[in-house]
């Protein structure tokens, strides 16, 4: 089963129907929608974060409330990437 890195999660976690993408629009509002259709649950659009459900992608909107940004899931996420290269 193919899985991917939730940010709410910060792990990998199993890929089905359920996630969702979080960003910021043009005009500052968040957005919370489906991934696009092959996107591979990567990031489709500068800061945009993927939660693994529903109660995942609360946890980012109470995290960008209090701090109007996603920098903590994006530097996680960072850090995640560069362990997995170093483990290969």
Not at 72 to 86: T, Y
């Given at each position: 089963?193919?899985?991917?890195?939730?940010?709410?999660c910060?792990?990998?976690?199993?890929v089905?129907?359920?996630?969702?993408a979080?960003?910021?629009?043009?005009?500052?509002?968040?957005?919370?929608?489906?991934?696009?259709?092959?996107c591979?649950i990567d990031?489709?659009?500068?800061?945009?974060v993927?939660?693994c459900?529903q109660g995942?992608?609360?946890?980012?909107?109470?995290?960008y409330?209090h701090?109007?940004?996603?920098?903590?899931?994006?530097?996680i996420?960072l850090?995640?990437?560069?362990?997995?290269?170093n483990?290969?």
């Amino acid at each position: 089963m193919k899985t991917a890195y939730c940010s709410a999660c910060m792990r990998d976690e199993p890929v089905d129907r359920h996630w969702l993408a979080l960003y910021i629009d043009a005009d500052g509002r968040l957005v919370c929608a489906e991934p696009e259709r092959g996107c591979d649950i990567d990031y489709e659009r500068p800061d945009t974060v993927f939660a693994c459900g529903q109660g995942s992608a609360l946890v980012l909107f109470e995290r960008y409330l209090h701090t109007r940004s996603f920098t903590l899931a994006h530097d996680i996420h960072l850090n995640h990437a560069a362990l997995q290269e170093n483990r290969a």
